[in-house]
């Protein structure tokens, strides 16, 4: 848990750093640069990736964990989905026309935000599976324990327990590293 | 009880049977048979006048004793429900000779020479010998068959002197309490031999119907002789031995060896009497006008509150210096009182030493009472187990020992045939024990350390014949069983006869078992003292006795951390108690090593189930922080896996 949760803070301190650090501008107008050259070079394809990565964006702009994590997912999947149609676009001219006739087709769309949404629900599906795996193992590492104690107590007695104890506030205390 | 027959050392008395005028002091007398049949008889003792055990093993021991009726064995035995020691004596070979209140026919010079004289002679020369004296001298006390030698009787059965009345005492030990007047010097035989030929040579007893105060003032105010004698006439020869068993002096009398050849080895002394300067003018002390030194102290002794008040005054150095010449003794004397105290300053001590100082042979008096520091014993034993009027009282007793006045005495120079260093080293020892709460100490060890006949008295064992540690193991044994159960089979009587008779061995351990706090610890600290006395004399089992400390002990037995030993413990103690080996039942209760390593093991079971306690707490307070951990790897494992399918996607789209 300390682990972890010195890890979680470090997460933190770097999604900082990357929104109001020295980098986070140099990422901005690199991205600004390429969404333009990409714009002015290939406007079929930015429409494309503008309009079938809007669930995206929009996870990027909600997602405000460390790492923003599930943002990233979202956008993998997101952009897993819309490979078809931009591979349509790419093979059956590259064109406005062309975009108008991809995007006619709701399928491409339709993978495009499903395959979203599933990067969406993932993170979620997965986390609660690792947390029954989590709580399994702590079920079983409390079975143990208190197996042990009762044995313990079987061959000394309640006394064993009964002497004096730590605080509960000082035995739930995460221990040094 | 008190009529069933009664075995001594291997000898057989028969209660039916009692004899008359053997015993000294009202003693219990019965007739004995030995093995072989041979007559005997047979003295029970009182325990709160003890016999002189040591004398009498010492002549039991000795294979020839002249002029003496010969102890063959001792025992204790139990008399109407009491322990008590008895001795058996050789059977007297006739009657007494002259008993108190008879008038007989005077003996005559040579009956008494021959008869008489140098029989005691040898006798008291066989006891010198062996360190001992006799103190029974007295007419009632000699017995002979026909016109043979006499045979002395008892001495032994009773404290010394106990049974002499003032006139066979000097007035140093007559006017002593009974039991007080100390084991003395073949002087004292002397003096007694002395007055008892005045009596046989007289046909009756000098002196005979006055009281005790009376006839040591008449022997201070005209001396021993003329006290004794008076107006009579002795035959010649017998005149000239009695002047001197009679000088004032003990050093003047004739010895032992000059008795048993008397006359031919007689030897020739200066004038044994020297009399006291008298004065002209008497002090009164109470009652009591006295002339002379030995008289004054005596009196100081024996009138206590007035004596005090007239040393207070300094009346009495007033006169010691006007009326006696004797300005030294009265600037001692002043010395020793120091400034005047104030009336309600104790001034027990200073008395006790002033007198000492006037008479250097005066016995120590205390409190209006006079012993011997040698008869301390007899009389504690009289002052704790029969206290009369006529004794030492408990509170004097206390404070006797308590402020160590024996050695206060004895630092006062004097003429004394004692020790002043012994005597001092043996109070120190006296009020170290006294005043020692602990068990096997106080005043029950000091009463068996100086009386050494008395068998165990605890309660505990009451009624059950107890003389040696062995023997009230093997009464306690029969007794335990009928003990109520908690009783706790130790008391301080019992205590303090077994550090007396293991010679401080297990004074640590008998302490443990009253600094017990709880019974179950009591009984386990019992445990060790009889454990290691069952070891030390080789005892038979004793079941009943261990079966009651293990019953007592139980409780001692949660103890015991692991549980399995615990229960283990359990059901072995019944089995070991069963056995009647009382060190393995200690040891079952109370092995130190085993103890620590069920402590350590205890500790270290502890401290698992604390860290187990507290891993279990842990566990169960960090859910939350799992909850954050699936979220973070399931997050990143989405993302993960949607990396691959991108990577998928392209593939497969790229047509490879």
């Known amino acids: 848990m300390g682990k972890s949760s010195a890890k979680m803070s470090g997460d933190a301190t770097t999604a900082r750093k990357g929104r109001g650090g020295g980098r986070a501008p140099l990422g901005f107008w690199a991205l600004g640069v390429v969404t333009g050259a990409l714009l002015g070079l290939a406007l079929p394809t930015g429409l494309l990736l503008a309009i079938g990565l809007a669930p995206a964006a929009l996870a990027a702009l909600a997602d405000r964990s460390a790492g923003r994590w599930t943002a990233r997912s979202v956008l993998v999947f997101n952009l897993a989905g819309l490979v078809p149609s931009l591979r349509a676009l790419w093979l059956e001219g590259h064109t406005l026309g ?47 324990l208190e197996q042990k104690r009762a044995a313990l107590r079987e061959a000394w007695g309640e006394e064993v327990e009964r002497l004096p104890v730590q605080p509960l506030a000082k035995a739930i205390a995460p221990k040094a590293p | 009880m008190a009529n069933e027959r009664l075995e001594i050392g291997g000898f057989t008395a028969d209660p039916q049977a009692p004899v008359a005028g053997f015993a000294p002091a009202g003693l219990p007398c019965f007739r004995a048979l030995g093995a072989d049949g041979t007559q005997v008889v ?18 039991i021991d000795e ?78 006390n000699l017995f ?41 010097t073949i002087a004292d035989d002397l003096y007694a031999l002395g007055v008892t030929l005045v009596a046989l040579a007289m046909g009756e007893w ?147 030493r002033a007198i000492a100082a006037l008479d250097p042979h005066a016995p120590l008096f205390w409190q209006g009472k006079a012993l011997m520091p040698d008869g301390i014993g007899a009389v504690l034993a009289e002052t704790l187990l029969a206290p009369s009027p006529s004794g030492l009282p408990l509170a004097a007793l206390d ?32 009020r170290l024990v006294w005043r020692n709460a602990n068990l096997g100490s106080g005043p029950e060890r000091l009463l068996y350390a100086l009386n050494p006949a008395l068998p165990c008295l605890s309660p505990l064992i009451a009624g059950e014949a107890a003389g040696t540690v062995p023997a009230a193991l093997a009464a306690l044994e029969r007794r335990a069983g009928g003990l109520a159960r908690g009783t706790l089979p130790i008391d301080r009587h019992l205590a303090a006869f077994i550090a007396v008779h293991m010679d401080g061995r297990l004074d640590d351990a008998l302490a443990a078992v009253g600094a017990a706090t709880t019974p179950a610890e009591a009984a386990v600290a019992a445990m060790a003292v009889f454990a290691q006395l ?22 001692a037995l949660a103890q015991w951390r692991e549980r399995a030993r615990r229960e283990r413990a359990t059901a072995e103690a019944a089995a070991v108690a069963a056995s009647g080996d009382l060190a393995r039942l200690h040891a079952l209760f109370a092995d130190p090593q085993a103890r620590a390593r069920d ?4 500790a270290q079971a502890r401290r698992e189930a604390q860290e187990a306690a507290q891993a279990i707490a842990r566990l169960r307070h960090d859910r939350a922080a799992r909850e954050a951990e699936a979220r973070r790897l399931g997050a990143r494992l989405s993302h993960a896996t949607g990396l691959v399918v991108l990577a998928l996607t392209l593939l497969s789209l790229s047509g490879v």
């Open chain 2, 399 to 430: 404070a006797l020992i308590g402020d160590m006045v024996i050695a206060r005495w004895a630092s006062v120079p004097g003429e004394r045939p004692h020790d002043a260093m012994a005597l001092d080293r043996a109070a120190r020892r006296y």
């Open chain 2, 534 to 555: 069952q070891t030390t004399h080789r005892s038979a089992p004793m079941p009943a006795l261990a079966g009651l400390l293990a019953d007592l002990a139980m409780p």
């Open chain 2, 144 to 184: 002979r068959a026909g016109n043979g030698p006499v045979l002395l009787g008892d001495g032994f059965c009773t404290p010394p002197a106990l049974a002499q009345p003032a006139a066979f005492e000097d007035p140093a030990t007559a006017v002593c309490l009974p039991a007080g007047r100390g084991e003395g």
């Open chain 2, 42 to 59: 047979a003295v029970l003792c009182r325990n709160e006048h003890p016999a002189r055990l040591r004398a009498i093993l010492r002549l």
């Open chain 2, 63 to 140: 294979p020839d004793l002249p002029g003496l009726l010969r102890p063959l064995a001792q025992d204790v035995v139990v008399w109407s429900g009491s322990a008590l020691r008895a001795v058996v004596y050789e059977a007297p070979p006739g009657p007494a000779l002259l008993r108190p209140g008879q008038r007989a026919e005077p003996m005559r010079e040579g009956d008494l020479i021959q008869n008489v004289v140098r029989p005691i002679g040898r006798a008291l020369l066989t006891l010198g010998d062996l360190g001992l004296t006799h103190r029974g001298i007295r007419p009632d």
């Open chain 1, 98 to 144: 062309t975009l108008v006739v991809v995007l006619a087709r709701l399928d491409g769309l339709a993978l495009a935000y499903g395959a979203a949404a599933i990067g969406a629900v993932l993170p979620v599906v997965a986390s609660w599976a690792i947390l029954a795996v989590l709580e399994a193992r702590a079920a079983i590492d409390i079975a143990r």
């Open chain 2, 206 to 352: 000098p002196l005979a119907g006055r009281d005790d105060a009376a006839v040591i003032r008449a022997k201070l105010e005209h001396g021993n002789l003329v006290a004794v004698v008076g107006e009579n006439r002795l035959p010649g020869g017998i005149a000239t031995l009695v002047r001197g068993l009679l000088a004032e002096d003990p050093a003047r009398r004739p010895q032992p060896a000059e008795l048993a050849g008397w006359p031919g080895t007689a030897k020739v002394r200066p004038v044994s009497a020297r009399p006291l300067p008298r004065a002209s003018r008497g002090l009164r002390i109470g009652k009591v006008e006295v002339r002379d030194l030995r008289s004054l102290a005596f009196a100081l002794g024996r009138n206590w509150s007035e004596g005090a008040e007239a040393l207070r005054s300094g009346a009495v150095a007033v006169w010691v210096e006007r009326g006696l010449g004797q300005p030294v003794l009265a600037a001692r004397l002043r010395e020793l009182t120091g400034p005047l105290p104030r009336g309600d300053e104790p001034f027990d001590g200073t008395m006790c």
């Open chain 2, 599 to 602: 402590s350590i093991a205890f």
